[in-house]
C-alpha cells in the first residue's frame, strides 16, 4: 500500500510540473500570438493542475486504514476522486464553448495569430504525449482510476493539440482567422465528452458495478476447481478501489461437519483469489445441497449467467 501510494503521489507532482509548464506556456503564446485557439488549450491545460491536485490529495486518503466509521477503508475515495474531476473538466469545456459562441455571434473582427502558436502547439503534442502515457501507465499499474482517469484526459489533451494544429494550419493556409474559433469550439466540445466518459465509469463503481462482466464466468471457473462445491449462486461481485469484493453462495453435502464445510469455503475463497488476482476480499456462505432459498434479489447464478451469455449471443448474431 506505501508503495502504491508514492507511485501515485509521484505520478501526480510530474503531471502538476508538466501540465503548468505547458499551460503557462500556451496561455502567454496564446494571448500574444492572438490565437483563441491556443488560448483554450492553455485553459485546458490548467484544469489538468487542478486535476493532479485532486489525485495528490486523494493518495493521501485512500492510504489511511480502516477504522469504525469506515471499516472498508478510504479506496472508494479514489472513485469519488474521479467524479469531481468529470465536473471540473466539464465546467471547463461548458464554459469554453460559451466564450466562443459568443465571440462567434458578436462578430468580433478576427486576427491572424502568428507562427508563435504553431510552435507551442508542436511542443504540446510531444509534452502531452508523455505525459499521458506515463500517467495511465503508473495508473494501470496501481489500479488508480483517477491516474487511469487523468492519463485518458491527457490523451484527449493530446487530440485537443492536433485539432489546435489543423486549426491553425487551415487558418495560415487559407487566410482566415475565424478557423481559429472554430477550432476552439471543437476543442470544448471535445472535453465535454471526455468529462461524460469520466462521469460514467466512476458512476459504475459507485453503484457496484463492475465493467467486465467476465470476472463472474471467472469466479464460476474457479469455484468448478473446489470438489464438494456446486450450484454458485447469489453471487455479488464489486470494485473498491482497483480491488474486487466477491460475495457467493456455494451448496455442500447436508450432512458433512461444520469443520469440513468452513474448510471448503476457505478452499473457495483461495481459488477465487488464485484467479482473481485483484481481491480485497471474499466472503462464502456454504447451504446443504438441495435447500430451497426464498427468491433471490440480489446476485447471481451460474445458471442464469450462461443463460445471459446464450441470450446475448442470439442477439448479437440476429443484429
Known amino acids: 500500500m506505501e508503495n502504491r501510494e508514492k507511485q501515485?503521489?509521484?505520478?501526480?507532482?510530474v503531471s502538476i510540473a508538466g501540465n503548468a509548464l505547458l499551460s503557462v506556456l500556451k496561455i502567454f503564446i496564446g494571448l500574444i500570438s492572438g490565437s483563441m485557439a491556443?488560448?483554450?488549450?492553455?485553459?485546458?491545460?490548467?484544469?489538468?493542475?487542478?486535476?493532479?491536485?485532486?489525485?495528490?490529495?486523494?493518495?493521501?486518503?485512500?492510504?489511511?486504514?480502516?477504522?469504525?466509521?469506515?471499516?472498508?477503508?478510504?479506496?472508494?475515495?479514489?472513485?469519488?476522486?474521479?467524479?469531481?474531476?468529470?465536473f471540473i473538466i466539464f465546467f471547463a469545456g461548458a464554459q469554453?464553448?460559451?466564450?466562443?459562441?459568443?465571440?462567434?455571434?458578436?462578430?468580433?473582427?478576427?486576427?491572424?495569430?502568428s507562427m508563435l502558436a504553431v510552435y507551442v502547439t508542436v511542443f504540446s503534442i510531444m509534452g502531452k504525449v508523455m505525459l499521458a502515457w506515463y500517467q495511465y501507465t503508473i495508473g494501470k499499474k496501481t489500479g488508480s482510476l483517477m491516474?487511469?482517469?487523468?492519463?485518458?484526459?491527457?490523451?484527449?489533451?493530446?487530440?485537443?493539440?492536433?485539432?489546435?494544429?489543423?486549426?491553425?494550419?487551415?487558418?495560415?493556409?487559407?487566410?482566415?482567422?475565424?478557423?481559429d474559433?472554430?477550432?476552439?469550439?471543437?476543442?470544448?466540445?471535445?472535453?465535454?465528452?471526455?468529462?461524460?466518459?469520466?462521469?460514467?465509469?466512476?458512476?459504475l463503481q459507485l453503484m457496484d458495478g463492475v465493467d467486465d462482466e467476465s470476472v463472474y464466468d471467472r469466479v464460476f471457473k474457479a469455484i468448478s476447481k473446489v470438489e464438494g462445491a456446486s450450484n454458485p449462486h447469489r453471487t455479488r461481485i464489486r470494485k473498491i478501489g482497483h480491488q474486487y469484493m466477491v460475495?457467493?453462495?456455494?451448496?455442500?453435502?447436508?450432512?458433512?461437519?461444520?469443520?469440513?464445510?468452513?474448510q471448503l469455503a476457505h478452499q473457495?475463497?483461495?481459488?477465487?483469489?488464485?484467479?482473481?488476482?485483484?481481491?480485497?476480499?471474499?466472503?462464502?456462505?456454504?447451504?446443504?445441497?438441495?435447500?430451497?432459498p426464498a427468491e433471490e434479489k440480489f446476485g447471481i447464478s451460474e445458471d442464469n449467467f450462461?443463460?445471459?451469455?446464450?441470450?446475448?449471443?442470439?442477439?448479437?448474431?440476429n443484429t
Do not use: C
Not at 41 to 62: K, M
Not at 188 to 202: D, P, Q, T, V
Open 8 to 13: 501515485i503521489v509521484r505520478a501526480s507532482w
Open 181 to 203: 474559433k472554430i477550432t476552439a469550439l471543437i476543442v470544448s466540445g471535445w472535453i465535454i465528452y471526455l468529462a461524460f466518459r469520466i462521469f460514467r465509469e466512476s458512476s
Open 96 to 113: 469554453l464553448a460559451i466564450t466562443t459562441i459568443n465571440h462567434l455571434i458578436e462578430g468580433e473582427k478576427s486576427v491572424m495569430p
Open 247 to 262: 460475495a457467493v453462495d456455494i451448496e455442500v453435502d447436508g450432512d458433512m461437519p461444520l469443520k469440513m464445510a468452513h
Open 147 to 179: 491516474l487511469q482517469a487523468n492519463g485518458k484526459n491527457m490523451m484527449g489533451d493530446v487530440v485537443i493539440s492536433l485539432a489546435v494544429l489543423i486549426g491553425l494550419v487551415f487558418t495560415f493556409v487559407m487566410k482566415m482567422p475565424v478557423f
Open 268 to 292: 473457495v475463497e483461495k481459488q477465487i483469489k488464485l484467479e482473481l488476482t485483484d481481491v480485497y476480499d471474499v466472503m462464502v456462505h456454504t447451504e446443504p445441497v438441495g435447500d430451497d
Open 38 to 86: 491556443v488560448l483554450a488549450d492553455g485553459i485546458d491545460s490548467a484544469g489538468d493542475i487542478i486535476a493532479s491536485a485532486i489525485t495528490l490529495v486523494t493518495a493521501r486518503v485512500i492510504s489511511r486504514p480502516p477504522n469504525l466509521k469506515y471499516v472498508y477503508g478510504y479506496e472508494r475515495a479514489d472513485t469519488i476522486a474521479s467524479k469531481v474531476l468529470s
Open 306 to 317: 450462461q443463460k445471459l451469455k446464450k441470450t446475448r449471443r442470439s442477439k448479437s448474431k
